[in-house]
């Protein structure tokens, strides 16, 4: 069952199209990498996904809700994790994990246990009282990861999951999400990183001046052909790093 | 670092706050600015020559603007306060460039606040100084009259900065940020009460005094900035702060807070650097110089304006530095991520407007009204414009400036459009404030009129604030506005 389709959007800033017709769908069940460089287009498809912006052209549908003639309504029903940095909040993660809850309309006790499970899955029970501007960023990372799951919702969108993390706490996002999609929701996970598309993602998306260049099912039985890497520098690069001079790679 | 370095950094900071201006204020459309804030002192001094108002006191004013606007500098070459690390610490790269470079962090920022003295006295000052023109003629002599101004001004505002970078290195060294403040009040007391403000004004406005104050003025701000560098800690930093829930109490104990965006702005506030208080500083800062300009013009003058219907009007100016605190720890984008409209997000913060602008403009008000001994009517008129027009200048405020008043400060078209829209009602609410002492009933209804219609226009504006802002977000326009 499709949770999640892009057709045809486009969306332009200025002179600069960030999105030229992005096409895709996801299915339910399915961790899909959206795997591009950086000005691919990532975070733009992301923001009109989940209704923050309006694409120019084109549709979207997101658990079968537009996202742009219902924004709110797709927002009540997907996690969102931002990439960008937040402005310093002054809330301790517990208290803004409260606000969280007030803006979805939790119920408060399903809040508290659910923050306790998180914070002990991901190892901040220690900080939970601690002012959020004082955190480190990998454990504001953590925080944020928290909330974009707090709600326990069908379909999250995920921007650089494993950014500031310990390899500790990144192995446990990692087979957190595997785990996720699993039980039949979908997972959205944008990122430029190609070892955590390859390791975790049932399927990719490669992305490229604002539109989807190329597709490879990773799962379980899919057939082997190029690495993810080579497929990745096809498709986005006419320049091959093997065709880089030795020099500048510092090998004889 | 060697002089060579010295140079390469200066050069690099001072074009990476000329492109960090440029970006955030519509490319070379900030280079409007300077033209408009010399239009602007130019247009104050024709219209103060015309009411009767001298150069000398005109030359007063712009160095208690100076002088501000160097206390208000003085903290950006530090990003140490929290809003200042929200504004450029993502911004600024080669301000933190002493940790992955060679270069001693107390020397880079000495730099940097070089940087910006000469920066903002060329952008900034200068055209203030200009200003002056009109009431010398375009003589010959016009030009030296403006650099001994500009001169006289950039000193008073080189000793805004030092001030502010010495309370800045106390605070570095272990020093309360209460007792800077109190020590703050009292040496303010004290130079009050002993009749040594005359002298430490003589002292900072050099324009009419000697060569050898200009001299002394200067040499005393290279020697209190070089101290607060030398005193300046590199390593500082704060301890990581704890605090119990406060959130779900405070959002029950309010009347409305859908989805609890009301409480997150009051407790962001309520916790970031210097904390409720704020508020009340800006506005006493704006009390302070409003009662000090009062009584230099019915010094020189005799001429007493009504207090009710001045202050009422003035102080309303307030509602800009109130917003501006509630939106320093927030973004719109931030909000994005969760089910509430933009709409939402601006009537949440038109509600902590009212909830801490009202004590925050009331306070400084009844101060005034008493100090002053205005009359009831005129106290009572007052008290309506100060409603009136607060609700208005914070409707104008976030109808231009949307989320991002203190970025947008610098924006010419933006901050042209605020200040004509700040013009129409408080100019001629200053005339009448001047003009007719005490007011009369007809007076006073016409006035407590206009507070009710400017009022209601505030609110009109702020509330389409939300779906114009709403429209530019989605639209992706927001963020180049």
């Known amino acids: 069952m499709v949770a999640i389709r892009a057709d045809g959007l486009e969306k332009s800033y200025g002179s600069v199209d960030a999105l030229s017709g992005m096409r895709f769908s996801v299915s339910r069940g399915e961790l899909f990498g959206f795997l591009g460089p950086n000005g691919a287009g990532k975070t733009t498809t992301i923001r009109v996904l989940t209704g923050q912006i309006v694409p120019d052209r084109g549709t979207a549908t997101v658990l079968e809700t537009d996202p742009v003639a219902e924004p709110i309504e797709t927002r009540r029903r997907v996690g969102i994790l931002p990439e960008q940095e937040s402005p310093p909040s002054f809330l301790t993660p517990r208290e803004y994990f409260e606000f969280v809850g007030k803006v979805r309309d939790l119920d408060s006790d399903r809040v508290t246990s659910r923050v306790e499970t998180w914070a002990d899955r991901l190892g901040f029970r220690s900080k939970l009282d601690t002012l959020h501007t004082d955190l480190s960023r990998g454990q504001q990372q953590k925080v944020m990861i928290t909330q974009a799951f707090l709600h326990e919702p069908d379909v999250v969108f995920i921007d650089e999951p494993l950014a500031n993390l310990d390899p500790l706490v990144q192995e446990q996002v990692k087979r957190f999400l595997v785990a996720y999609a699993d039980d039949g929701n979908a997972v959205f996970v944008s990122t430029h990183n190609i070892d955590v598309a390859a390791d975790v993602c049932t399927r990719v998306g490669i992305v490229a001046d604002g539109r989807l260049v190329a597709e490879r099912d990773l799962a379980d039985g899919a057939e082997d052909g190029d690495s993810l890497l080579e497929t990745f520098l096809t498709h986005v690069d006419d320049v091959d790093p093997r065709d880089v001079p030795a020099q500048m790679t510092g090998q004889p | ?481």
């Open chain 2, 1 to 481: 670092m060697s002089r060579r370095v010295d140079w390469t950094v200066f050069v690099a900071l001072f074009r990476e706050e000329w492109r960090l201006h440029a970006e955030l204020f519509g490319g070379r459309r900030f280079l409007l600015f300077p033209g408009l804030l010399a239009a602007l002192s130019a247009s104050a001094a024709v219209g103060l020559d015309a009411t009767g108002t001298t150069p000398g006191e005109f030359v007063a004013g712009l160095h208690v603007f100076a002088l501000v606007f160097g206390l208000y500098s003085g903290t950006a070459g530090f990003a140490g306060s929290d809003m200042l690390e929200n504004v450029f610490g993502r911004l600024t790269l080669l301000l933190s460039s002493s940790t992955t470079l060679p270069l001693s962090r107390r020397r880079l920022l000495g730099t940097f606040l070089v940087k910006d003295a000469l920066y903002y006295g060329g952008l900034f000052v200068l055209p203030m100084a200009v200003g002056i023109v009109p009431l010398v003629g375009a003589s010959a002599t016009a030009p030296l009259v403006v650099a001994e101004l500009w001169l006289s001004l950039f000193l008073a505002f080189v000793a805004g900065m030092v001030v502010t970078v010495a309370a800045i290195a106390l605070r570095t060294r272990g020093v309360p940020g209460w007792a800077i403040v109190a020590a703050a009040v009292l040496v303010a007391v004290a130079v009050w009460t002993t009749g040594g403000t005359r002298v430490l004004w003589h002292g900072l406005v050099s324009y009419d005094g000697s060569v050898g104050s200009a001299v002394v003025l200067a040499v005393s701000a290279v020697a209190v900035g070089s101290l607060a560098l030398a005193g300046y800690d590199p390593s500082y930093s704060r301890p990581s702060r704890t605090a119990s829930d406060r959130f779900a109490r405070l959002e029950d104990a309010l009347p409305t807070d859908e989805g609890g965006l009301i409480a997150k702005t009051l407790l962001d506030l309520a916790r970031s650097s210097g904390g409720v208080v704020k508020p009340f500083v800006s506005a006493g800062i704006l009390l302070a110089l409003v009662a000090f300009l009062v009584g230099v013009v019915d010094s020189i003058t005799g001429i007493e304006p009504s207090p009710g219907i001045f202050f009422g009007g003035v102080l309303g100016l307030t509602a800009f530095t109130t917003y501006n605190w509630l939106t320093q720890f927030d973004s719109v984008e931030e909000y994005l991520a969760y089910p509430v409209t933009v709409e939402a997000v601006f009537d949440a913060k038109r509600t902590a407007f009212v909830l801490v602008g009202a004590p925050t403009m009331a306070v400084p008000y009844l101060v005034a009204v008493v100090a002053f001994d205005a009359t009831r009517l005129d106290a009572l008129v007052g008290a309506f414009l100060l409603a009136g027009y607060s609700l208005y200048y914070y409707g104008l405020t976030v109808y231009v400036a949307g989320f991002s008043p203190n970025e947008f400060l610098f924006d010419a078209i933006r901050f042209g459009a605020f200040t004509v829209g700040v013009a129409v009602a408080l100019v001629p609410t200053l005339i009448v404030g001047f003009v007719v002492v005490p007011p009369s009933a007809p007076v006073a209804a016409a006035l407590g009129c206009a507070g009710l219609v400017f009022g209601g226009v505030g609110l009109a504006l702020s509330s389409r604030a939300g779906p114009r802002w709403g429209r530019r977000y989605r639209s992706g326009r927001a963020e180049s506005a």
